[in-house]
């Protein structure tokens, strides 16, 4: 193989213009140190300039050691920093720290200075391994450049070059981070036993890549795959189809599998327990929550700032508020910091049941300890806000959210019109939706069953008729909740034929009515005397089972 047909390449491919990479160039990453790591830092620094000033008596493999356990603290500035300082006082670098730079330019996201050292070591006659290789292609896969990095995959293959498992885990893991688990499996296929053998780490990327586009029972088939090869499954393969079981819904199937990697002495860790914690608790089923979190305790591991959120969500969705905030104040004492989600589960939790000067309180702590509020905690806020109707104070957070760069959505405008509507302020609703049209915020389905109902309890029924139907002629799917207002709307003003024949429309167009569009009709027609239309329409529920759905 001639390493100067691969210098071509790799000319032609990456850097059309090669120059040395020059440090004054080179951005520095900021990062914020314990003192103690910064202390091991200056103390590597120190050895390595005293190394450099022992000059010929040095080995560049103490060089090549210093710059490695830099890189290992992530401190990858430096070592760029230290290894110019070392080519300029003459000490000739080799592949190993040539390879440590060609990581730090990776980890920078400099991917055109990698392939820059990657030239000067094929100018320099040194012989590229598989760890100079991996270490490429993994910079390009961190820059979500997988598409490059198959790319460059493909020349080395041509050019007589050998990959070994590791560049194939790299490669599948690219493939499955930008959503490409069909290609990932295609290289699995293509690999398997050709080039290397497949193992855990590829078909666990790929099945965790499967589990999170629902594509479950596909990345079952591989698992059961693996087992066909005695390729055994570890922790990160199980918790990835837990995971994806728990995506689709499938919480039985996922406690299964934890069963049978229990059996098989696979010992579930931190984020296995968090996944079924935050499953069970989406369903609103906290008491199974918490006897998950009682057998992870019992195991003695400790749960982390997802599981301590996911269990305050659960007790927040049952509006069990004081035992999430009891939660909330006990991670502290458990080595655990809250963090901004916490912080909007709560501030949520707190405004569902009203108490939103409370929440207002979690805001201002917020603000105390530097943590930044997201989209998320605002909407929160001035939703509790704009529901007891103080649209001032929710237009103050709006504002701010403005001054900190983060730009209010539909749903934080659909909180403020609710507050509006709900007061009685419908022209200022009206105006707010124009106002949001203006500057490029396109209102949603749910924007306009705010306004409907709005007009509708304002006694403006031929308005509200106006919206739905303009929205009908758009073409807009309206749906069970905007026709059950507009029903409703009907039903105050005693105008029953226009209420049943709104009915029809629904079903008509594919709008199944619910348990609250039967009632609203049924009540009214009982107050008014109307029982037989009453009687018929009750039986029509019933016979649709939405009789069990009263509340």
Not at 65 to 78: P, Q, R
Not at 89 to 99: H, I, Q, R
Not at 226 to 231: L, Q
Not at 422 to 429: F, I, L, M, P
Request: proline letters at 3%; glycine letters at 6%; aromatic letters at 8%.
């Amino acid at each position: 193989m001639s390493f100067s047909n691969l210098r071509s390449v790799v000319f032609s491919l990456f850097i059309p213009n090669f120059r040395h990479p020059n440090p004054k160039f080179i951005p520095r990453k900021m990062y914020s140190r314990l003192r103690d790591d910064e202390e091991d830092k200056d103390n590597l620094v120190s050895s390595f300039n005293r190394l450099l000033h022992q000059n010929r008596t040095a080995s560049i493999f103490q060089f090549g050691k210093i710059l490695g356990s830099l890189v290992k603290a992530n401190h990858y500035s430096t070592a760029v920093s230290l290894h110019r300082q070392m080519e300029l006082m003459g000490v000739p670098s080799n592949l190993v720290t040539l390879t440590i730079l060609i990581n730090c330019y990776s980890h920078l996201g400099l991917n055109s200075l990698s392939f820059s050292v990657f030239a000067n070591i094929l100018k320099k006659g040194y012989h590229p391994n598989a760890i100079t290789f991996n270490t490429i292609i993994k910079g390009l896969c961190l820059k979500g450049q997988i598409h490059q990095a198959l790319h460059f995959h493909d020349k080395l293959l041509a050019l007589g070059f050998q990959l070994n498992r590791v560049s194939y885990g790299i490669l599948i893991n690219g493939l499955c981070k930008v959503g490409e688990t069909r290609a990932a499996l295609q290289l699995l296929r293509h690999v398997d036993g050709k080039l290397v053998q497949p193992d855990v780490v590829m078909y666990s990327t790929i099945i965790d890549g499967m589990c999170k586009y629902k594509l479950v029972d596909d990345a079952f088939d591989l698992y059961f795959e693996m087992i066909v090869k005695r390729i055994s499954p570890d922790v990160v393969t199980y918790t990835a189809l837990i995971s994806g079981f728990c995506i689709v819904g499938k919480i039985k199937e996922a406690i299964d599998l934890f069963n049978k990697m229990i059996l098989e002495n696979i010992n579930p860790d931190v984020y296995t327990f968090s996944i079924l914690v935050d499953a069970f608790c989406k369903e609103g089923k906290v008491k199974e929550a918490k006897n998950v979190f009682a057998v992870m305790m019992k195991k003695d591991i400790k749960p982390n700032i997802v599981t301590y959120n996911s269990l305050m969500d659960g007790y927040c969705l049952v509006k069990e508020v004081n035992r999430a905030k009891d939660i909330f104040n006990t991670m502290p004492q458990r080595g655990v910091s809250a963090n901004v989600r916490s912080y909007s589960i709560m501030i949520n939790g707190l405004c569902k049941i009203q108490m939103v000067d409370e929440a207002m309180n979690l805001f201002e702590q917020m603000h105390c300890r530097n943590i930044i509020p997201d989209v998320v905690t605002y909407n929160s806020l001035i939703d509790g806000l704009s529901k007891q109707g103080r649209i001032s104070y929710a237009l103050k957070l709006v504002d701010e959210m403005h001054d900190r760069g983060q730009p209010p959505d539909i749903i934080t405008y659909n909180s403020i019109l609710g507050g509006l509507c709900k007061n009685h302020y419908v022209e200022e609703a009206i105006a707010l939706i124009t106002k949001l049209k203006e500057i490029g915020i396109q209102p949603d389905m749910f924007t306009y069953t705010i306004l409907i109902e709005g007009l509708c309890k304002s006694g403006r029924l031929k308005d509200a008729q106006k919206v739905f139907e303009d929205l009908l002629v758009k073409g807009y799917n309206l749906d069970v909740c905007t026709y059950t207002i507009m029903i409703k709307g009907f039903c105050k003003n005693d105008l029953f034929d226009e209420a049943l024949a709104m009915l029809s429309k629904m079903k008509d167009g594919g709008c199944i009515p619910n348990a609250k569009t039967y009632e609203t009709i049924i009540l009214s027609l009982f107050e008014k005397d109307e029982n037989d239309k009453a009687e018929k329409l009750l039986r029509e529920m019933i016979g649709r089972g939405l009789l069990k759905d009263i509340n």
